[in-house]
């Protein structure tokens, strides 16, 4: 799979015109856009540093992932749209951590694919209560790493031929 169809970019012909360009929207407003049927990963970490490598390396591999702050930010999301994929870090400070936030978000939205993230290993944290198809992404991680997690993911989550 090239990384073109793996974020649903169809493939042009040559000498084929471009689509008209859409207005770029930022943050939530680009996970709120209800128009698009591409695949939305929304990531969740209270460490800015992480959040900005994570959506470098996503945008490196052709993924438009919305990173946020906090946990209530990610559940607003989840309400407001439709997201594909949770990318949580376990620990996220004060309040929600990152498994009780992909409960809720998968109570919310029973396809979604979560994928929790953690400097300790997944044997460190209860884990039941969630989907089984959860993934655990151990820091710090490779692009490769975070690929193969959101192919896995897409395939999970997405029907075919979208």
């Known amino acids: 799979?090239?990384?073109?169809?793996?974020?649903?970019?169809?493939?042009?012909?040559?000498?084929?015109?471009?689509?008209?360009?859409?207005?770029?929207?930022?943050?939530?407003a680009r996970c709120a856009d209800s128009s698009s049927d591409r695949f939305r990963v929304v990531m969740v970490d209270d460490e800015e540093l992480i959040r900005k490598?994570?959506?470098?390396?996503?945008?490196?591999?052709?993924?438009?992932l919305v990173a946020v702050a906090t946990a209530p930010a990610a559940l607003e999301m989840a309400r407001s749209s439709r997201i594909d994929v949770l990318l949580a870090d376990v620990l996220l400070g004060e309040g929600l951590d990152g498994i009780d936030l992909a409960k809720q978000v998968a109570a919310l939205q029973p396809t979604l694919s979560?994928?929790?993230?953690?400097?300790?290993?997944?044997?460190?944290?209860?884990?039941?209560?969630?989907?089984?198809?959860?993934?655990?992404?151990?820091?710090?991680?490779?692009?490769?790493?975070?690929?193969?997690?959101?192919?896995?993911?897409?395939?999970?989550?997405?029907?075919?031929?979208?």
């Open 53 to 64: 490598l994570a959506t470098g390396m996503a945008r490196r591999i052709g993924v438009d």
């Open 114 to 162: 979560v994928v929790l993230m953690s400097g300790y290993g997944a044997g460190h944290f209860d884990l039941q209560g969630l989907p089984a198809t959860t993934q655990f992404l151990t820091k710090p991680f490779s692009t490769d790493s975070l690929m193969q997690c959101l192919t896995t993911a897409r395939e999970r989550t997405l029907p075919s031929g979208r």
């Open 1 to 28: 799979m090239n990384v073109l169809s793996f974020v649903g970019i169809p493939a042009r012909r040559t000498g084929e015109a471009s689509p008209p360009a859409k207005p770029a929207l930022s943050g939530a």
